[in-house]
């Protein structure tokens, strides 16, 4: 995909691109090491078109790249259609598909090196500047998250198809607008990352800034025809996203989402851009989700809230007063807002911040600072100009070489999702959703791992989904697994019994919860109000055989034999190879005193796999009573007796 920016690549350029190539490849082999993270299953691996290799193509191109639970998220056709082709000759090998984002990364770290070098000239100030740019892109450890999950190859290609898009408008640009072929390429490279994914953007309005810094609107009709068509490209794709996307926001994931004033949501946003701020000089901890209540709403007058206004306020004013004075660190300040805008909490951004965010951005966060850090120590009078190179080359080691470190111990947490969350979770005590998501994963090992570390996964799930219960007490999720575990982990009738209320009391029209609660007020001979909640089942989801079988006992015993035996009937059919009818037909039979129709039924639940000691006492009694000894015997060695 990126041979494109292998075509210019000069002679006396290839030891910088190698050490690029080489840093990379130091900085993320490790990777390769790891399995599939986070939301990889939902992208990739429970992801029905993807797991049809070259087939499921076309449903990638014609539905939104996830759909679930009634909500759809944005259209990102191409890099999906990556992991099909991948399914499709390798399987589901994370290796392979690790290695692919590898590439793509290091791909991408020679586009920026293009771009620095050739397309702004950088090399023209300092010609170690655009190297150490591309180095500090390739090694920031805020990228971590982007190429050690697969399904964030999206960001990757995105942001690299972008980038050659400017490559090729400015191509357009420097051929006084004769070279139409670069300006279609330009397009072509447009649409392409914006079909991987949105993010791109604001790369439009880069390339016509960028345009104008330079001097190229004076081509005139050549510069605006081409600005204004991929203006145009890229907003008519955001406004096609907007449509496709069925997207509820909860105020778990953004505080936002709640319904804020404008001083509330000011103070989000000055406290999302000094995060990222504060990301780029100082990337850690790291953290695998963020949401409520990370960045709590606070007053606009809190000295955070406050201190962060001033500085990018100051940023804006800089980039600006730059641009107009022709400093090309303007350009890449005023990039990086157009980037970062879109994270900033604006609009909503669901999980309030993210390290993925700061990929686009960070580029142009890292050359401007760079730019600006050379032009103040440029100026600095010092006689002896070895020493300040010393000085320099030695604090860019040092830079380079910590950030190295970080982002190598980090993509060892992205092991699995497991390793992820374990490692983060310590500094996510009040976020929702990562506690939740926690314990789901630790539910999961519990009933997947051996006996012996069973009981400690599930405390540590129970721990983590009252911790995501305590922080939103109105969310129905972790309220309803933890009636889950105390039911059939603890077997704790009382407290299964308090959540699967709390949790139907939040969402009464959640039939998990209406199942499980009218379970409960089964079993605790509560039969009025187990009959109103099976009964209210049963007109929902009349073929489910988990409601029909126990609706039927529950009538029943509320004296509606009739009712029951229809109930029953039914169930007989939808489901003859299952225990459940037998059961409930042999049970009815039983309390009306037909002890031998009874056993006839019991005999084939127990043919078709039930195992309860209340059928093997009655068999065994009757067995045993007629003289059935044989049957007896056999029954004992069938229950293991």
Known sequence: MFILALNRITEDCRKTLLLLVLVCFFCYGNTLLNE?????????????????????????????????DGFSLDFRPLAQSTFALETQFFGNNPVVRHLNNLLLYVALTL?????????????????????????????????????????????????????????????????????????????????????????????AFVIMFSGFFFGYHKLGRPFYLLVILLLVIALSYFGVLAII??????????????????????????????????????????????GYDMIPITSVFNPAVMASFILHIAAVFTGIQHFLKRKITGLFILSYFFFIANYSNIIPYPGIVSERSLFAPSLWFIAGVVLLTYGMLSRIKIESRTVLKILLTTAAFIVILTCCALTLWRNFQWKDTYTLMSSDIGKLENSVIANYLYANVLAHRARTTETSSRTKYIGLAKKHYRRAAELATDYFEPHFKLGMIYEYDYQNRDSAFYFFKKAYNINPFDTRAQFQLAKQYYLKDNLPDAERLFGNLYSKIPTDTLTLFFYAQVLYNSGKKEQALKVNDKLMRLSPDSYYAYYNYGMMFKFAGNLAKAVGFFENAVKIGYRGEDVYHVLLDYYLFNGMNDKATELQKLFGG
Request: proline share 5%; hydrophobic share 50%; glycine share 4%.
């Open 245 to 290: 996307a069925k997207r509820q926001w909860f105020l778990i994931e953004n505080p936002l989402a709640g319904g804020a004033g404008l001083a509330e949501r000011l103070s989000v946003i000055a406290q999302s851009l000094l995060f990222y701020f504060k990301f780029m000089f100082y990337p850690y901890p790291f953290r695998f989700y963020y």
């Open 36 to 68: 599939y993270a986070f939301d990889d299953d939902i992208v990739i691996l429970n992801n029905v078109y993807v797991q049809k290799g070259l087939k499921g193509i076309p449903d990638l191109w014609t539905n939104p790249y996830v759909s679930k």
């Open 111 to 203: 586009i920026v090196f293009w771009v620095m070098h050739d397309t702004f000239c950088i090399g023209l100030i300092h010609p170690i500047l655009p190297l150490l740019i591309s180095l500090l892109f390739a090694v920031h450890p805020s990228h971590t998250e982007v190429v050690a999950s697969v399904k964030n190859r999206d960001e990757i290609m995105s942001m690299g198809f972008s980038l050659l898009s400017l490559i090729y408008a400015f191509r357009f640009f420097r051929s006084d607008g004769k070279h139409y072929s670069s300006a279609c390429i330009a397009v072509m490279l447009m649409i392409l990352s914006l079909l991987s994914k949105s993010v791109s953007l604001p790369m």
